[in-house]
């Protein structure tokens, strides 16, 4: 069974600094790897999606990368901004593709 | 463009009374599903559909159901609500199999479901 995991669970930062959202999974054999933002009381927007061909993909300061073989993906987030400020989650595919398991997710408070 | 419209945002039930989740999509989506969310446990699938006419269990099906009659539509029924479905529901969909390809999964904003 695939299992996702997000360390840390809470991240708080000052305004300006670059931080790295950690995603491990158990299961190498994955299709694409997605991140999403949940704002409070909202539902999840979909940020970045890595097909498992690609390495990396990015999104204005937003910079996702994937290594299947070691069962990773990284968040990379440059100069962060108080509107930073979310939950933001991944989520990879088990039972070939039609469904996603997600990770807890990762708490962030950017401080200005 | 709408995107994924959820209704209502917030309920509140009794024990063993039904209701309806309702979900409808507009980018003409072939990929359907629902989520619940719960401090926790994060959050869990409970049925979801490939197409119209076609639906299937998640992870935690047990006391819902679903029906796919339009490509837009994809309603979320509760029986007989009980206070382990205290939860917050997601709708989302995607062009294709979300674990697929290129298809990003887009959600809608949420019911708040409280039983007593």
């Known amino acids: 069974k695939q299992e996702v995991t997000q360390i840390p669970a809470a991240l708080s930062v000052p305004e300006g600094e670059n931080l790295v959202l950690n995603c491990s999974f158990t299961?190498?054999?994955?299709?694409?790897l997605q991140w999403f933002r949940q704002d409070p009381g909202k539902g999840l927007t979909s940020l970045l999606l890595?097909?498992?061909?690609?390495r990396e993909q990015t999104s204005g300061r937003l910079n996702a990368s994937l290594d299947k073989s070691s069962g990773r993906s990284t968040l990379y987030i440059a100069a962060s901004q108080p509107g930073d400020s979310a939950t933001y989650l991944c989520a990879v595919p088990m039972n070939a593709g039609n469904m996603l398991t997600f990770g807890g997710g990762t708490r962030l408070m950017v401080k200005p | 463009n709408a995107g994924v419209t959820q209704t209502p945002k917030f309920q509140v039930l009794k024990t063993g009374q039904s209701m309806t989740l309702q979900c409808a999509q507009d980018?003409?989506?072939?990929?359907m599903s629902w989520y619940r969310q719960d401090p926790g446990m994060g959050l869990r699938l409970i049925h979801y559909?490939?197409?119209?006419?076609?639906?299937d269990q998640g992870e935690v099906p047990n006391g819902y159901n679903v029906s796919r009659s339009t490509t837009e539509d994809f309603p979320l029924r509760l029986l007989s609500a009980a206070p382990s479905q205290t939860s917050v529901y997601f709708c989302?969909?995607?062009?294709?199999?979300?674990?697929?390809?290129?298809?990003?999964?887009?959600f809608g904003n949420g019911t708040r479901l409280t039983v007593t």
């Open positions: 559909s490939v197409g119209a006419g076609i639906t």
């Open positions: 989302a969909s995607s062009y294709l199999y979300p674990g697929t390809g290129d298809s990003p999964l887009h």
């Open positions: 890595i097909q498992s061909s690609q």
């Open positions: 299961d190498s054999a994955i299709y694409n």
């Open positions: 980018m003409n989506h072939e990929y």
